[in-house]
């Protein structure tokens, strides 16, 4: 692909009205929907207004009046961004007139503008210098002795982008991209007339200002006043490639720019349609881990922990795994190893992996990352809806008129999606939130919940019972369709269950500390107010009754009728870039692609014949039980790739302990993550930027991931599995990721229509694809259930184990933040540390000055399952009895402290409640110094011999 | 002035529009709109920081700093000019011993351009301590001068 | 790694587990429960545990649930 | 014996409160009142008295004595019968200046709520016709028909709909807004009232500018007394904060929302997507004060007075240098000669009329060659002028075209929201060409009016001294406009008179054309007309027609 910028129309779609309009630009007629302006008119029929403020991701402003136009039997020369069309108009755009008015405006722009394009940053990527030269402007007759706002000190202080208010054009386009797209409100205009200049905050810094850093300002500047770094460092790009960004479930559409072999800039694509044109600080930003010093480039091998890593050729470390897998299965048995898939991994090399463990290892001890955040989800929509999967897609959320968000920090974990939800908001959708913490979507500039319900965490079962109750006892349920689409005697059962004064908001009240009339009305908006939509987290998986809450969820949908349409559903936030994919590949050890179990006769049939081995019928190991088996004597080997479960799982001492009980563990990643510590071989990842292959978002859409650069480390992830299979004996023979999803759509009902050719053509496609639905399906159930008629689920609350007590009296719960992904191996190795150096644990202000504690204090973090230390940070964001922190920093390593409860019905374990006690403390706890050299020693590496 | 906004937006509402209202009443409270109150009144609003910026400065009767102990606000509009106004500018900026739009340097006061009173029949006007005075001229300053070094 | 830290041992997970998804269904009714738990174990748990849970309610009789026991009674049949 | 005496800002200013205090210190009841309107006669004492009301003026607090015994030097006799108020057709300001402004016995005893009751047995779409077939235009400077605005907003689906009331009347030379409602405000409350019944809507504002407190605070206390009259209606008053684009009605939206003063594109239209994107009708001071009237008497009785398509009255506002300087309330029609020689009796000065800037600062300076143009809005636009706020601001020939033409510049350059680029970059670049142009033109030789003028003209000397101390107060560093504004020495550029000309010239083209709104818009109206009617201010010859006077 060469570079070529994307068509920018000036104003965005009209609001779709079903009519249109016939009129004249230059001579042409055209027709096309009321409300589009003349501006965007005249792009779409190939002309071009000159323009600087417009743009359309953004609503029209009118501020350049480079777009004037004439239109006949109108006074004046109307902006052309501003001015809709009607019907029989008849407008010019190039006349001499239009041309002289134009110039005189580019002068004046021209006058109090820096005259050093040949070596300013955006040269040749500027809008101000393309527009000057469209309008034909010659000179400059003001002179460059007036008064000017050049000479303004740059402001460097975002570690990825500066702001060079000299450049600046006053035209907005930041401070509405700010308000409008992303919806942080953190640019203004300060002061007026001539003076008046762009401001983060109150004229500070960006970095220290209310900006997260989206970097929509930046790509919504026309000129080189908000600029990347990068660009000013290695110059403009080249070429681009449309790829799909590899952080959250939100997966956004981007183009990777180029210059020659350099990556300069990740540009959120708008024809994105998870993203519309939006990104976040770490799509848009964070890739740097990807030329990270840290990333191993050579293989590495060991016969035992303590030792150093010694570096080996690919056919070395290959083959020695090949014969280490063979040796344990020959001594232990074909069930005593397994394997763990990535989330973080394409669609192709997940299928792999697992491929590789029921055909190559010849059992099904597969699982992935899926198991410790969204497996109930899994679970609990299959059991009532029929697919394991949310419902809608995201452009859905601004159809929906009641939003309620349950256990999910959006701004946090999926700020793209966040910022239409509350685009969304704005524009008068109300607003429930239910969860511990008082989020940033309970209230922040601009949006604010009608109700936040802030429940002790564990008692979302009891919550939702309650909320189902208020719906049922006041007959705010939807007959019609719960006859129409349920079991009516289903739902009767779950209504008289629902129904009993135990489960009203009043008798639960002492259980969640939510007062029952907020409840009350909460659930009255939800079941009342129009398009009710959920939204959901993995406040709501990761407790040992989650997939009850799944289900409960499900069941307040079905009962509302809000299932089946637009603007309403049941909707998982994925956590993981492919999370959803990797559960659709087969990742689960019950489970072939598409969620048929293993004992499906007709299921393994189809695939034993493909593979040509007979394949287990039995269901394999969790990730737990298979660490349990470890510890047994009976699990001697894994294959881990990309996903880290040393600081991921829960309990990390349970974790250690059945790691250093195997015999060979071996992990591919970018890094030596923690895990790494007790592994045994070590095979180097590529990066997403590395390889070709799609991604599943949050929204069952399917995208792809185009290579962008050669593997530095040799070979894409996809390969490196195909050489472990067929150094164990397997004949594969992929060239190209393409070849597999061939495979998969063969084998994969729900993906029967999915082929490369298509997705080139339509950018994405949504599963179920397939020949009933051909064009895919970003809306589910429309007609019925998957399942046939919806189940509603009896969710009785059956508190967890994990209690408050006098040795540990307060509620841990967890979660992430916006500037760090998960367990942080890519973002810490980027700036985004500017935001976030270290984890922090919040506490609310009674419970820190019972303890003495003060902000920024080191405090000891202690549970029954372990102990660690990291610095306070007192905040009403908590309420009292509840403690939260995020799990980025392995020098905190949060799961030391998260117990071994989980799902009753996934093992998806209990992250968001923990028994803690917190006490003021000195610094690093012994066992976070002793993990730290103990880190350093297993991090030792012996280089390649160079004669090799 | 945390308890003086909330007790304020209690009264009066926390909408937005009920912003240049409240930055009117912390300036009569306060005198000015100091950097440091902008985020409690955006907090109170439910703004960011940098909307209450933007309209802070947009203004022209916000202050950012305090003003002098007097302000005299004198008319420059076009009304007052054709009574003479820019020679009693002149003569009050010599006066007073302080340039239009600025403050003294011992703080007594503020000298302040403001574009029509109202009063355009009977210039050169002033607001003096946000009392009305109309044809001012050199006696008029003395006493106005002579109001401020009391 | 300090001495106080609370990991489970494989039979008591296991025991745990079980006696979980039981009391987790038993809104269902007691018999519904039962085959509930059942067809839930037989459906997500590798032939080693399953083996192991049934060895593990002959030797500890009064570990598993009433509903949790019929279940595990169930599947070894 | 009733003592009435202006509470009026101007009457104020000019010492009417000492004069107030110092009859009810002689045991007097001291009625406070609304202005008449004529400023040369303020302090302006009422005695009422079996004649009627005798007034006295300007008075001041010493003269308690000679007024009571009558003996005064300026008594004037019985106030309606005094020639420039006799001369009127007061529609609007019938009451200001005669009753207590919020009394509402005076006011209801005057014909008060007269309109709103009748508007009240009237259908909202009876209403509106009636304000259409008065012929109201909006007086705020547009002139758009006041009852079309209404109509759309009728028209427009029921829900939150509001009345907003632009009283953010900051141009030099108009001061009918702040009389009306610090003299009559319930004048306007009713107006609002009426609109509000009209339209569908439930609550209005007061959009007042804060350089006007006499008006906040009497409209408040006002809202206050009629909130019971006008209910359910509710109304409030919001105070601007000193920034002139405000007056622009998009502008002034925004800012009740909360937001910076900037000017917002239309479409969409205000009665569509007004406050708070709801259907709004958004309406000049004396276009709703004109609205009483109208229901109360009939559109017929307003439509029967005026001029073409301008219909009813115009209060006008006789500014600057004027003997009588005041508000003169007439139908549309009367010339502009008329207005500044017969009703004001010429400058104050008494030196001849040069120039006179009709409508603010966006209006263009007229010479008196251009005085037979009638008070109308087309004439006036034709003439490539506007009437805007009907204020009128007279200068005497000591007047230096360019100094006005440059400040017309700085003043936009000062107000300008920043939004645009015409008006945010132009407007300070207008400022730097006309001081290249200054520096560049032959000396001119100063008008010295004598120092035997008029006492009320002994300031509005422009002496050489003045001038250059202005000058040095905005040369280059800093002043307090800021860099902004004033310019380096220009270098590298042609900097010829001819140059200059054209550059300014092209420069009006493009803020007329190019701007967003008025303000940018309109800055050219006074500095093109004093290019071309002054020519020699700025360096060129003087016009032929002049020069053939």
């Not at chain 1, 150093?308 to 344990?328: G, L, M, Q, Y």
């Not at chain 1, 962008?708 to 050489?723: H, K, R």
């Not at chain 2, 005198?31 to 439910?46: H, K």
């Not at chain 4, 900097?495 to 054209?502: F, I, K, M, P, R």
Request: hydrophobic share 40%; net charge negative; proline share 5%.
């Amino acid at each position: 692909m060469t570079f070529t910028r994307e068509t920018d129309h000036g104003t965005p779609a009209a609001i779709a009205t079903g009519k249109s309009v016939t009129l004249t630009i230059d001579g042409q007629a055209i027709t096309l929907p009321e409300g589009t302006s003349i501006m965007r008119a005249a792009s779409l029929l190939g002309g071009s207004i000159p323009k600087l403020c417009a743009t359309d991701s953004v609503e029209s402003f009118g501020s350049c009046r480079l777009c004037l136009v004439e239109v006949e039997g109108r006074n004046g020369y109307p902006a052309s961004c501003t001015t809709p069309v009607a019907e029989g108009m008849v407008v010019r755009t190039q006349t001499d007139r239009l041309k002289q008015l134009r110039r005189g405006v580019m002068e004046l722009y021209i006058s109090d503008h820096p005259l050093d394009c040949l070596t300013c940053g955006a040269n040749g990527d500027c809008e101000l210098q393309d527009q000057a030269g469209a309008v034909g402007l010659r000179d400059v007759r003001y002179g460059y002795d007036g008064a000017t706002n050049m000479g303004q000190a740059k402001d460097q202080s975002n570690p990825y982008f500066d702001f060079d208010p000299s450049k600046c054009i006053v035209c907005s386009r930041c401070v509405r991209a700010c308000d409008e797209v992303q919806g942080t409100f953190a640019l203004t205009i300060e002061g007026m007339g001539f003076d008046s200049k762009v401001s983060a905050s109150q004229g500070e810094g960006f970095l220290g200002s209310e900006c997260v850093s989206c970097g929509a300002c930046v790509q919504a500047c026309p000129t080189a006043s908000l600029i990347e770094k990068k660009v000013v460092e290695v110059g403009t790009p080249d070429r681009a490639v449309v790829t799909t960004c590899a952080y959250c479930g939100v997966g956004c559409t981007f183009r990777a720019e180029m210059r020659g072999e350099e990556l300069v800039r990740m540009v959120p694509w708008k024809d994105g349609k998870a993203n519309r044109g939006h990104s976040c600080v770490k799509g848009r930003f964070a890739w740097g881990y990807a030329q990270h010093q840290d990333r191993i480039l050579n293989p590495m091998i060991r016969a035992s922990i303590d030792e150093p890593w010694r570096e080996v050729s690919w056919d070395e470390a290959i083959a020695h795994t090949a014969s280490e897998f063979r040796r344990i299965q020959a001594k232990y048995g074909t069930r005593s190893i397994g394997g763990i898939t990535s989330s973080r991994c394409t669609n192709e090399e997940t299928f792999l992996v697992q491929k590789l463990i029921r055909q190559g290892f010849g059992n099904n001890n597969v699982d992935t990352c899926a198991r410790v955040c969204h497996s109930p989800t899994g679970y609990g929509l299959s059991q009532t809806f029929g697919t394991s999967a949310g419902t809608q897609d995201f452009d859905s959320v601004m159809q929906s008129d009641v939003i309620l968000v349950i256990g999910a920090n959006p701004t946090d974990g999926h700020p793209v999606f966040a910022s239409r939800m509350k685009r969304r908001l704005r524009q008068g959708a109300r607003l429930i939130v239910m969860d511990p913490r008082r989020t940033d979507l309970v209230k922040s500039p601009h949006i604010e919940a009608d109700h936040h319900l802030p429940l002790r965490p564990g008692t979302n079962v009891a919550m939702l019972t309650a909320m189902a109750h208020v719906i049922v006892t006041e007959k705010l349920y939807d007959e019609a369709f719960i006859r129409e689409r349920c079991d009516w005697d289903e739902f009767a059962d779950w209504a008289e269950f629902v129904s009993q004064p135990a489960r009203s908001p009043e008798a639960i009240e002492p259980l969640t500390g939510v007062k029952a009339d907020e409840v009350r009305a909460a659930a009255r908006l939800y079941a009342t107010g129009g398009n009710g939509a959920i939204y959901y987290g993995l406040g709501v998986t990761e407790h040992s009754q989650g997939s009850s809450t799944v289900m409960a969820i499900a069941n307040l949908a079905m009962a509302t009728g809000n299932v089946g349409r637009e603007g309403v559903g049941v909707n998982p936030l994925r956590g993981q870039n492919n999370v959803q994919g990797a559960c659709d590949m087969g990742s689960f050890p019950h489970e072939f692609s598409g969620y048929r179990h293993v004992s499906d006769t007709a299921t393994r049939q189809l695939f034993e014949r493909t593979w040509g081995v007979s394949l287990d019928a039995e269901p394999g190991l969790r990730i737990p039980n298979m660490l349990d088996a470890a510890t047994d004597g009976t699990f001697k080997g894994l294959f881990v790739q990309g996903e880290d479960i040393l600081q991921s799982d829960p309990n990390t001492h349970h974790v250690a302990a059945g790691l250093a009980a195997m015999e060979c563990v071996v992990v591919q990643d970018l890094f030596l993550n923690e895990t790494a510590n007790y592994a045994h071989v070590f095979l180097p990842g590529s990066t997403f930027l590395e390889k070709d292959g799609t991604f599943t978002n949050a929204e069952r859409r399917i995208q792809r991931v185009r290579k962008v650069m050669a593997p530095l480390n040799g070979y894409a992830d996809w390969e490196i599995v195909q050489l472990v299979a067929n150094a164990m004996g397997l004949r594969w023979t992929y060239d190209h990721p393409a070849q597999i999803m061939d495979e998969i759509a063969a084998l994969t009902p729900t993906f029967a229509g999915v082929h490369y050719d298509r997705l080139e053509a339509e950018g994405s496609l949504q599963w179920p694809a397939n020949d009933a639905a051909p064009d895919g399906t970003p809306t589910m159930h429309i007609d019925g259930f998957v399942r046939g008629k919806g189940k509603f689920v009896v969710t009785d609350y059956v508190p967890t184990d994990e209690k408050t007590g006098p040795r540990f009296p307060l509620l841990l719960t967890t979660g992430r933040i916006l500037s760090h992904y998960n367990v942080g191996a890519q973002t810490r190795r980027t700036a985004n540390t500017a935001w976030h150096p270290e984890d922090r644990l919040e506490i609310h202000p009674s419970d820190a000055e019972n303890r003495g504690i003060k902000e920024g204090d080191w405090v000891a973090l202690k549970s029954r399952a372990g102990e660690t230390t990291l610095r306070a940070q007192v905040t009403e964001r908590v309420a009292p009895g509840v403690v939260y922190t995020t799990f980025h920093h392995p020098e905190t390593q949060a799961n030391v402290i998260t117990t071994d409860y989980s799902d009753w019905a996934t093992n998806c374990p209990e992250y968001k409640v923990t028994a803690v006690q917190v006490m003021p403390s000195n610094g690093p706890s012994d066992w976070q110094l002793d993990y730290a050299d103990q880190a350093r020693m297993s991090r030792r590496i012996a280089p390649l011999e160079a004669a090799e | 002035m945390e308890e003086f906004i909330e007790g304020w937006t209690a009264r009066h509402g926390a909408t937005r529009d009920q912003l240049l209202p409240l930055l009117h009443a912390v300036q009569e409270e306060a005198g000015y709109v100091a950097d440091a109150v902008v985020p409690v009144i955006a907090r109170a609003l439910n703004l960011s920081r940098a909307d209450v910026h933007g309209v802070v400065t947009f203004y022209h009767d916000f202050r950012r700093t305090p003003a002098g102990r007097h302000v005299v606000k004198l008319c420059r509009a076009e009304s007052c000019q054709a009574r003479g106004g820019a020679a009693i500018e002149a003569a009050a900026a010599q006066r007073l011993g302080v340039a239009m739009g600025e403050t003294r340097g011992d703080g007594a006061i503020s000298l302040e351009p403001v574009y029509c009173l109202g009063l355009c029949a009977v210039g050169p006007n002033a607001l003096v301590d946000g009392r009305p005075v109309a044809r001012i001229d050199g006696a008029a300053l003395d006493r106005i001068a002579a109001e401020v070094a009391a | 790694m300090s001495d106080e830290n609370d990991v489970m041992s494989t039979a008591d997970r296991l025991i745990y587990m079980a006696n979980q998804i039981a009391r987790n269904l038993a809104a269902q009714g007691d018999a519904e429960a039962v085959a509930s738990t059942a067809s839930h174990i037989a459906s997500f748990w590798d032939p080693l545990m399953r083996a192991r849970i049934v060895a593990l309610a002959a030797e500890q009789p009064d570990a598993l649930s009433p509903i949790a026991a019929q279940a595990v009674r169930r599947i070894s049949a | 014996m009733k003592i009435y005496v202006s509470r009026d800002m101007a009457s104020v200013a000019l010492g009417a409160d000492a004069v107030a205090q110092a009859f009810a210190d002689a045991g007097r009841e001291v009625i406070r009142t609304g202005s008449r309107g004529l400023f040369s006669i303020e302090p302006l004492v009422e005695v009422e008295t079996a004649q009627g009301r005798i007034g006295y003026g300007p008075v001041g607090p010493g003269d308690v004595a000679a007024v009571l015994d009558g003996s005064h030097a300026n008594r004037l006799g019985p106030v309606d019968q005094h020639p420039f108020f006799a001369g009127q057709q007061r529609f609007t300001f019938a009451r200001c200046g005669v009753i207590d402004p919020v009394s509402l016995t005076e006011y209801a005893a005057q014909d008060g709520w007269k309109g709103l009751e009748a508007a009240r047995a009237m259908t909202p779409q009876a209403v509106v016709d009636a304000v259409k077939a008065s012929g109201l235009r909006g007086r705020g400077g547009a002139g758009f028909p006041t009852g079309i605005k209404w109509q759309t907003v009728l028209d427009a689906p029921a829900g939150d709909k509001y009345i907003v009331c632009n009283a953010d009347e900051g141009d030099s030379g108009t001061f009918a807004d702040r009389m009306l409602m610090e003299g009559d405000p319930y004048c306007l409350i009713e107006g609002m009232a009426i609109a509000a019944h009209a339209v569908g809507a439930r609550h209005g504002y007061i959009y007042i500018r804060s350089e006007y407190p006499f008006a906040i605070a009497t409209m408040r206390l006002a809202i206050d007394h009629a909130a019971h009259l006008i209910a359910p209606f509710t109304l409030e008053v919001r105070e601007g904060a000193g920034a002139y684009v405000c007056g622009e009605e998009t502008a002034l939206l925004d800012s009740i929302e909360g937001k910076r003063g900037q000017v917002r594109a239309k479409p969409p239209l205000p009665a569509l997507k007004g406050l708070f994107g709801q259907p709004t009708v958004i309406n000049n001071v004396l276009s709703l004060a004109a609205v009483p009237f109208i229901l109360a008497e009939g559109a017929e009785a307003y439509a029967a007075v005026g001029f073409g398509r301008s219909r009813g009255t115009m209060p006008v506002q006789l500014a600057g240098n004027v003997r009588h300087g005041g508000l003169y309330e007439i139908g549309f029609g009367i010339t502009l000669g008329e207005l500044v020689n017969d009703v004001g009796g010429g400058t104050a000065s008494g030196r001849p009329v040069r120039a006179v800037q009709v409508g603010g600062p966006l209006g263009a300076y007229f010479p008196p060659s251009m005085f037979h143009l009638p008070f109308d809005y087309e004439a006036f636009a034709a003439a490539g002028g506007l009437i805007g706020h009907a204020g009128i601001t007279v200068f005497d020939d000591s007047v230096d075209m360019a100094h006005m033409a440059r400040f017309a510049m700085e003043f936009c350059a000062a107000e300008s929201c920043g939004k645009c680029t015409p008006c945010r970059i132009g407007s300070t670049r207008g400022v730097e060409i006309v001081d290249r142009i200054m520096a560049a033109r032959p000396s001119i030789s100063r008008r010295h009016p004598d120092e035997s003028q008029d006492p009320e003209s002994r300031n509005a000397r422009l002496d050489d001294a003045a001038l250059d101390a202005d000058f040095r107060q905005h040369d280059g560093k800093g002043g307090y406009l800021g860099k902004a504004l004033y310019s380096r020495a220009p270098s590298r550029i042609d900097t010829s008179l001819d140059a200059q000309t054209t550059l300014l010239r092209d420069l009006c083209d493009t803020m007329k054309y190019g701007s967003l709104c008025a303000l940018g818009g309109f800055t050219p109206y006074p500095v093109l007309s004093a290019l071309d009617y002054f020519p020699e201010d700025f360096g060129a010859p003087a016009p032929l027609k002049e020069a053939a006077e």
